[in-house]
């Protein structure tokens, strides 16, 4: 090896060492609890207001399948025997539904379950996060003809919390934004606890 070729690789494996001692210290002091400086956290959120069921979720996310789910909301949804978010042809008969009914969700996610009784009873739809890809399809049919019961979340524990959302860039409808939620706590503080009047 010449001396021009030793300096070069010296000068590279110096370089390397310094970039790799400053990244063990920073990395080492966030993983000790006592040193670690304070957390915040954000989020990604979908307004249900904005979005219109459009479909990019399922596409646009970094993930496969997509960190974005469909969910219903309970408290709105009328549990219709036949649901625009379930089944497309509105005018079948109750008791075909289940057999002949064209299912708005091609992955089957929309779950129907009769609490009831009867085939003309009251009826809860929840959705399968196994099967949800985010394709918007039930939300759209739900906003645009039934009670917006159905809407899209992005879920935490599956998002990769990206500084910069894919879908979020790709929304036609400017419905994702970064929330901030607050400083992470690990409850092992200082804190002052009222007792008869006086902090202690």
């Known amino acids: ?98 057999t002949e009914g064209i299912k708005v969700c091609k992955y089957d996610a929309v779950k129907r379950q009769n609490y009831s009784g009867g085939p003309d009873g009251s009826f809860i739809y929840k959705i399968d996060d196994k099967l949800c890809t985010a394709c918007g399809k039930c939300v759209k049919n739900c906003t645009e003809k039934g009670t917006k019961s159905m809407f899209l979340i992005i879920r935490p524990d599956l998002c990769l919390a990206c500084n910069s959302c894919n879908i979020a860039a790709k929304c036609p409808q400017k419905a994702i934004d970064r929330v901030y939620i607050g400083p992470e706590d690990d409850f092992k503080g200082e804190y002052s606890l009222e007792n008869g009047g006086e902090y202690i």
């Open 1 to 98: 090896m010449d001396r021009r070729k030793f300096l070069v690789n010296f000068g590279r494996a110096t370089c390397a060492l310094a970039i790799g001692g400053v990244a063990y210290r920073i990395v080492s002091k966030q993983l000790n609890p006592e040193e670690a400086g304070p957390l915040t956290r954000y989020v990604w959120a979908i307004d249900p207001e904005k979005c219109n069921g459009c479909g990019i979720c399922e596409t646009a996310c970094v993930r496969n399948p997509s960190a974005v789910k469909a969910v219903n909301d309970q408290k709105k949804c009328s549990y219709c025997v036949v649901c625009y978010g379930h089944i497309s042809n509105k005018d079948i008969e109750s008791d075909k539904i289940m």
